[in-house]
Structures are given as C-alpha cells and as structure tokens.
C-alpha cells in the first residue's frame, strides 16, 4: 500500500509561483509513474501533468504546458509540481497519485493511488 502525502499549496497572487511536493512511502517509488491531477471548485478531477518511472518523459494538460513542470527525485521518494505563472483558473485542490502502469492511467483518472490533496488558492 503506498501511501501519498501533498504538500505546498496556499493562497498567492496571480502570476506568482509555487512549488507543491509529494513524498511518498510504503512502496518501491521507482516502480510507479506519478503526477498530478486537480479539482477546481464545482467541477471534476481533471488530470494536471504526468512523469514516467525514470522520469525521462513527461506530459501536461494543455491550460499547463509551458507554465507548469512535473519532476521527480527516486532516491528521496518525492515527486514536484512547479507552478509558474499562477492564474485564478488554477485555482483547485491539487491531488498527487501514483500508477503501478503508465502515466496513460494517470491521465485518465484511473491511479491506483491518490493523495489526499492540497489547496492552491490564486487570487486576481
């Protein structure tokens, strides 16, 4: 069973920057692809940027692309999501998760393990 643990969120201003980290435990991290996925208020979980195992390849919603970046550390277990450029529409409770298959399961919703979510707040 692993468990997930976000953390980093809080309120900002628009185009300010924050940093959110995922430390994870009770598995072989090195084994699962990771990412992020978000839930605006009042809307659905929708998937945020993804990283392979070895953290060679990435990918990212489109209304992230270019503003946002998914790394990972192996030997510390963590996973980060550094997110510049912060708009309103950003706002959300940002979920890490993680995917003994492919972050293909990442993106569509289907890991098999979840965070319990941090909040990040962008004011205008």
């Known amino acids: 069973q692993v468990q997930l643990v976000e953390s980093g969120g809080g309120l900002v201003q628009a185009g300010a920057s924050l940093r959110l980290s995922c430390a994870a435990s009770g598995g072989t991290f090195s084994n699962y692809a990771m990412g992020w996925l978000r839930q605006p208020p009042g809307k659905e979980h929708e998937f945020v940027a993804a990283?392979?195992?070895?953290?060679?390849?990435?990918s990212y919603a489109d209304p992230v692309n270019g503003r946002f970046t998914i790394s990972r550390d192996n030997a510390k277990n963590t996973v980060f999501l550094q997110m510049n450029s912060l708009r309103p529409e950003d706002t959300a409770v940002y979920y890490c998760a993680a995917s003994s298959i492919t972050t293909k399961t990442i993106i569509s919703g289907e890991s098999d393990y979840w965070g319990q979510g941090t909040q990040v707040t962008v004011s205008s």
């Open positions: 990283i392979r195992r070895s953290g060679g390849r990435t």
